[in-house]
């Protein structure tokens, strides 16, 4: 099967909607498809991995931990744009800290998460080949 | 690679199509398609950032979603260009990826 | 080209269905394929063959059975989704316990893998939703 580079564009805050709980879904399945997959955080999507999620006062089960798996799914660039955490008065010590052992250094622990500027998100969506927008 | 960007939300109601424009390259083109089209119409609170792209960046409307929420082509900001379903087509066709704004 | 098209909104609450649609029938009508057309979050709320619309109204999911059937298409629901929304075929509704199914004809219920190798396989995926 052919590798293509897959983007999973998240812009919606959790909970309010079902999409970011659906489309965490989607790209843990992406995995077993060996593919070269990126999600990129932008506008509210970037609520989806801030620290300290809580869900109990609304009923909703608390899937924030499921970002953490992801480096196990080899899902690694996670792309956050450093303008949208910014119109909201966050900063990335908000978010949590996401990472991936890197298998080919000894399993040293690498962030996962990549701080993007506009622009250089834009040029990273340029690169992609399948982008699915939840 | 150029890319076709769609967008369905009128700017007036999410900020999709704001965003989009934020995100989109030179070169690329942007179709407004549903509630999106009401964007295509000049002298908008919208309209010069949309002008502002149009100066790297082709800009269409899908004719049926304009005509459906009663604006007429003749009030639209000057060279986005109207497509049927067939031209909606094609542009994804010419364009090597697709993104929808949501 | 080959063509995959994602649908994540149900009928008539939202104009990604209808869009959706007529951009198929547009892709099949130029000569291109269809490889798929996958239906994920309210989207698949357009597999019931239960929707009794007013008589003088579209009927959004018979005539996605029909383009289907027409034209051999491979048509998706996603089975978490569906699971979620209470969209059910017969095996499904067995192995539940439930007591009725109700998907239409033309659509099959599978795996998001679906949607994934839909992505791979195909030129352009085209994605409609709100």
């Known amino acids: 099967m052919a590798t293509k580079k897959f983007m999973f564009v998240n812009r919606k805050a959790p909970y309010g909607t079902v999409y970011a709980l659906e489309s965490l879904e989607v790209v843990l ?30 009923g909703q089960k608390n899937f924030s931990n499921t970002y953490k798996a992801l480096g196990d799914y080899e899902v690694t660039k996670l792309y956050v744009e450093k303008e949208s955490l910014e119109e909201r008065g966050l900063t990335q010590d908000d978010l949590m800290d996401l990472v991936w052992e890197d298998e080919d250094d000894d399993y040293a622990e690498k962030p996962s998460i990549i701080m993007v500027s506009r622009s250089e998100m834009a040029d990273v969506m340029a690169e992609q080949e399948v982008t699915l927008s939840f | 690679m150029a890319m076709l960007h769609i967008v369905n939300k009128s700017p007036f109601e999410k900020v999709s199509f704001r965003s989009c424009l934020n995100h989109a390259k030179a070169g690329d083109s942007i179709l407004m398609i549903e509630d999106a089209a009401v964007g295509a119409i000049d002298g908008s609170s919208f309209s010069e950032k949309l002008k502002a ?50 | 080209m080959k063509f995959t098209i994602m649908i994540n909104e149900g009928p008539y609450q939202h104009q990604s269905a209808d ?27 357009n597999g019931t063959r239960l929707s009794v619309p007013p008589a003088d109204d579209r009927l959004i999911q018979k005539e996605w ?3 289907s059937k027409e034209n051999d298409l491979d048509l998706v629901l996603c089975i978490a989704a569906a699971q979620r929304r209470g969209i059910m075929d017969e095996d499904e509704a067995k192995r539940q316990g439930l007591d009725a199914n109700n998907i239409i004809e033309g659509f099959r219920i599978s795996g998001l893998g679906q949607l994934i190798e839909g992505g791979i396989q195909a030129d352009r995926t085209v994605v409609f939703g709100d």
């Open chain 1, 29 to 58: 399945i992406s995995a077993a498809f060996e593919q070269d997959v990126s999600l990129a955080f932008i506008d509210d999507g970037v609520y989806q991995i801030t620290k300290g999620q809580d869900t109990k006062g609304i």
């Open chain 2, 53 to 102: 792209a149009m100066a790297d960046k082709k800009v269409y409307v899908l004719s049926g979603d304009l005509a459906a929420r009663g604006l007429s082509e003749d009030r639209m900001i000057d060279g986005i260009k109207t497509v049927d379903y067939a031209g909606f087509v094609d542009l994804t066709v010419e364009n090597e990826t697709t993104q929808s704004w949501l």
């Open chain 3, 19 to 45: 869009s959706a649609l007529q951009f198929a029938r547009a892709v099949l009508a130029q000569g291109h394929e269809i490889y798929r057309v996958f239906f994920y979050h309210d989207g698949v709320n």
């Open chain 3, 65 to 67: 059975s029909e383009l």
